[in-house]
């Protein structure tokens, strides 16, 4: 995924408002995008609350963006879009989140105790501006995996098909497009007839990708002009791999670039307990590279991600990677990095 | 010259001990780079003061920009004194928050029914 968020989940979500293209749509801040109507109404899909499950298994070199997208009174189409630095494999998985929340919580009251189809590649053919790679239905969303190398041609695809885009979506994916990204666009397709807008429904999507680092797609849209946020918001995350990874993302500020960790590190489980992974992770078990693997907690808090970058976990020790798979990754951490328009696959 | 083997000694001594107050305390367990061989849980390390690290200043070469880029992605650089930011006012998150946003079910236990003294 590369873009937002399933997953991006990361999210840079793009929510979309099929049908109402016409009709004003509003961008929001947190990368979902909404229709003015579904914007301002009692039935915008809630989507503050996050979870997101990310298992990168360093000697495959591939990573599962596993991420539970929660709703209510989602009456009306919306979507997002994921990006991801190769070609993703999209599916549906029964959420593992509730044993993941018992068995490897953010913290304790305790304290301290003691507890026994490979994309690859990012070359784009020259000839269409946007492929459609793969469209399927995932669960209650129609999944496009997308490839494109015009952030123009991208932002027109998507109102055509019924994401609603802003003006701060086009300068969003040009950074994506500038590294080559393939995209994830999730479209939910509400029930036929009457829906419950009580209910609160969650569904959960894997997106998998080879990447040689874990990657997680944190930056969003900027928030349109004169919106406001205020509303909490919360990210949870677990991080499991065969060592310890740190999040860090590119915070800019005006002239000013720093590299920072935007989420708060929780507990950190080592084992190799097959006994814990599998009550622990449940239906992600499979998922998981062989033990002994390190299980990270983190959550994250603020309303805005605005001026952040998307996050890599770097290693937090030394390691001598092969550079030329790292060298796409650098424009996330420092966009001078970035090759020439026009340069790119 | 007794008063100044004295005082020269108290000196040494004193520099002894506030060196050995200002050493580094060992890493935690949690640095290791690999997992233990059995299950094991660490609590989050203290916040340290952050380390203000970022991409090459304006000006500085490519080769220059690289070289900083590549020394985070090779896990050279001080990355986890780097400034935690996950809230808006850089506070701590208060995970209570999950709660009041997304609710998990309270499950009550239906009370056993006494059909009797014997039963209670």
Request: proline share 20%; no cysteine; charged share 10%.
């Given at each position: 995924m590369r873009q937002s968020s399933v997953l991006r989940v990361a999210l840079g979500v793009l929510v979309v408002a099929a049908g109402l293209i016409a009709s004003g749509e509003l961008a929001r801040a947190c990368g979902g995008f909404f229709s003015r109507r579904t914007l301002e109404g009692p039935r915008r899909p809630a989507l503050s609350y996050e979870k997101t499950l990310i298992v990168f298994d360093r000697e495959r070199q591939r990573e599962h963006f596993v991420r539970e997208v929660a709703f209510r009174a989602a009456s009306e189409p919306f979507g997002f879009v994921v990006p991801t630095p190769s070609r993703p494999e999209v599916a549906s998985m029964k959420s593992p989140f509730e044993s993941l929340e018992r068995e490897f919580p953010f913290s304790s009251e305790l304290g301290l105790v003691g507890i026994g189809s490979r994309g690859g590649g990012v070359a784009l053919p020259a000839r269409a501006p946007v492929r459609v790679l793969e469209v399927k239905r995932v669960g209650s969303f129609t999944s496009y995996v997308l490839a494109a190398n015009d952030e123009g041609a991208l932002t027109g695809w998507l109102a055509k098909n019924g994401f609603v885009t802003t003006p701060e979506t086009t300068p969003w994916l040009r950074r994506y497009v500038e590294l080559g990204f393939f995209y994830v666009a999730m479209r939910y397709e509400p029930p036929s007839g009457r829906p419950n807008l009580v209910r609160t429904n969650a569904e959960t999507v894997r997106i998998s990708f080879d990447t040689p680092l874990a990657y997680y797609p944190y930056a969003e849209p900027e928030p349109p002009a004169g919106s406001t946020t205020g509303a909490p918001r919360m990210l949870e995350l677990w991080y499991v791999s065969q060592s310890r990874g740190v999040p860090v993302a590119l915070l800019t500020k005006g002239e000013s670039s720093t590299w920072v960790r935007p989420m708060q590190a929780g507990r950190q489980f080592s084992t190799n307990a097959p006994t814990l992974l599998k009550r622990g992770f449940?239906?992600?078990?499979?998922?998981?590279?062989?033990?002994p693997l390190v299980v990270q907690r983190f959550i994250d808090q603020k309303q805005s991600r605005s001026g952040f970058g998307d996050v890599l976990f770097v290693p937090d020790g030394p390691v001598n990677p092969k550079l030329d798979a790292l060298r796409r990754f650098f424009p996330i951490l420092d966009p001078a990095l970035a090759a020439p328009r026009g340069a790119t696959p | 010259m007794n008063l100044r083997l004295v005082l020269l000694l108290g000196a040494l001594v004193a520099s002894f001990a506030l060196g050995c107050r200002r050493a580094p305390p060992p890493p935690p367990p949690a640095a290791s780079a690999r997992p233990a061989k059995s299950a094991v849980l660490f609590e989050p390390p203290p916040a340290d003061s952050s380390v203000l690290a970022g991409p090459a200043p304006s000006g500085a070469s490519a080769a220059a920009r690289e070289q900083a880029v590549i020394a985070l992605l090779r896990g050279m650089a001080p990355s986890e004194s780097f400034p935690v930011i996950a809230t808006d006012d850089g506070g701590v998150v208060d995970p209570s928050l999950r709660e009041r946003l997304a609710p998990r079910p309270v499950l009550t236990p239906t009370p056993p029914t006494a059909k009797g003294l014997g039963d209670l």
């Open positions: 449940g239906s992600a078990l499979e998922l998981l590279p062989a033990p | -």
